[in-house]
């Protein structure tokens, strides 16, 4: 199983440029989508640590963000440590194929993206406008660095996939944690469904992806 998230890990830096075409697509359709996968996916285990991998991401900064509409400091604090735990994961895992820079350029780009969701949370729950707008802002610069950074680490990345895919992730954050502050349970559920559709289509891609560029490895 440590090969299994390594390997999902990696993926990160090898696979984006396929699943960007498809990924609006996918979300979109995305029943569909996955009775087909359901019906073809090539490396099962492999397909099954990535999705847990990326929802980590989403529950933990969807749990920080219930726990600051709610006022609950103690509850804040697990899902920001719970949040960090998982972006090393992901760092740990990019520095065991491409070594301990790597790794480390991984995690802060993702510290990156997660100081710009927690200042976008922070700025929501104190109606705070232009601090909302400097983390939607820093937010767009990072997809950027994430884009650049994983294009330039493999050839068959496109950095305008990348970010697309990103953008889109951020949109979901955004849309979420306004419906959260709100008091929007409705809007939220249907946000909450969309945005753990983005996140299988982009696990499944990359997975797909990596069980073709390391056959060996995906299982």
Not at 62 to 67: C, E, G, I, T
Not at 92 to 120: D, P, R
Not at 158 to 184: W, Y
Request: charge should be neutral.
């Amino acid at each position: 199983m440590k090969m299994l998230t390594l390997a999902c890990a990696v993926a990160l830096g090898l696979s984006l440029s396929a699943a960007a075409p498809l990924a609006q697509a996918q979300d979109t359709h995305s029943t569909t989508a996955a009775a087909s996968a359901a019906a073809t996916v090539a490396a099962p285990k492999l397909h099954a640590a990535m999705r847990a991998l990326w929802r980590g991401h989403i529950d933990n900064t969807r749990a920080y963000a219930l726990a600051v509409k709610a006022g609950d400091k103690a509850a804040e604090a697990k899902a920001a440590d719970a949040t960090v735990a998982n972006a090393k994961e992901i760092a740990n895992a990019v520095a065991g194929f491409y070594g301990e820079a790597a790794g480390k350029g991984m995690l802060e780009l993702l510290a990156g993206h997660w100081s710009g969701v927690k200042a976008m949370t922070d700025a929501a729950k104190a109606g705070a406008t232009a601090a909302h707008d400097k983390a939607m802002q820093d937010l767009t610069a990072n997809a950027d660095a994430i884009a650049k950074f994983l294009a330039g680490a493999n050839p068959n990345l496109t950095e305008e996939g990348v970010r697309g895919l990103m953008i889109m992730h951020i949109g979901d954050h955004e849309a979420q944690i306004s419906q959260i502050m709100k008091g929007d349970a409705k809007g939220e559920a249907t946000t909450w469904t969309h945005m753990q559709a983005h996140m299988n289509t982009l696990a499944d891609a990359l997975s797909d992806a990596i069980a073709k560029q390391f056959p060996a490895k995906a299982e």
